[in-house]
């Protein structure tokens, strides 16, 4: 299990920044699903309606889930390998992440993620995931890249558990909360992989030592997004309009 994370990983890494959105002629096994934009729905390689409507855009089918669309006829385009029931999500690195608290945990079914740093909650509504910061969707492929490292770690339909800091809620109203899956935290997780990078908003620092020495190592040994430059400009100053 742990090696298949660590290919899922990469795997969405080379798809998503390999090849351009339009013409993603790969090999069959890897084609993207094509997203009808105005009905929500993405279809198959190889079925009628695959790259023909007039609205849409191809993703890796992990993506478009991750994103709320929704296969045609219900059937996904893939199976995707079962995670068993209490088996630990750890990735092989040369250290490890927080311990998750043992008290103060609220579960958190996985409806949809709507970016790399932001989950939709089946009770809590969205959660902004604390300490992390991911390329903005307009930050092509970078935001599609890091959206699809969270679905490898914590796809739609899994259960989560949420803990929170000082403040419980943002400016915009969502929840604020570290995600924990299997015990393993998916905000350092988030970081240590490449997908994100840190960022400081107090109070809410419990774990930023943590995440700072994750975006050390992860920037040292070039992981995910560092190795193709997605941090050449951070999320905060692209949003800024510096970058």
């Known amino acids: 299990m742990l090696h298949f994370m660590i290919r899922v990983l990469t795997f969405l890494l080379f798809l998503v920044l390999a090849a351009p959105a339009a013409a993603q002629e790969t090999v069959s096994a890897a084609k993207p699903v094509w997203v009808n934009l105005s009905s929500g729905v993405y279809h198959c390689p190889g079925t009628e309606h695959y790259g023909k ?3 849409g855009e191809y993703l ?3 993506t478009a889930l991750a994103q709320g ?3 045609n006829g219900g059937q996904r385009c893939s199976t995707p390998e079962p995670i068993a029931a209490g088996e630990p999500l ?4 040369p250290d490890s992440g927080p311990q998750a608290p043992t008290t103060g945990l609220a579960d958190c079914l996985v409806m949809v993620l709507k970016d790399g740093d932001t989950i939709q909650c089946q009770a809590q509504g969205a959660v902004r995931l604390i300490g992390i910061d991911t390329p903005e969707r307009d930050q092509t492929p970078f935001g599609t890249a890091a959206t699809a490292g969270m679905a490898a770690l914590i796809p739609a339909g ?4 949420i803990s929170m800091d000082k403040t419980a809620r943002d400016r915009y109203g969502r929840l604020l909360g570290y995600a924990w899956y ?3 935290s998916v905000n350092w997780l988030m970081i ?4 994100a990078v840190s960022v400081k908003y107090p109070p809410n620092t419990r774990y930023a030592e943590w995440f700072d020495r994750a975006e050390a190592r992860a920037k040292t040994e070039q992981r995910g997004l560092w190795r193709v430059g997605g941090f050449s400009c951070r999320p905060s100053r692209h949003r800024a309009g510096q970058c």
């Open 53 to 55: 409507t007039s609205r």
């Open 60 to 62: 890796p089918e992990a």
């Open 69 to 71: 669309y929704k296969p």
């Open 90 to 93: 750890a990735i092989i690195l």
């Open 158 to 161: 899994a259960t989560v558990q």
């Open 182 to 184: 299997d015990g393993a």
């Open 192 to 195: 240590r992989l490449g997908w």
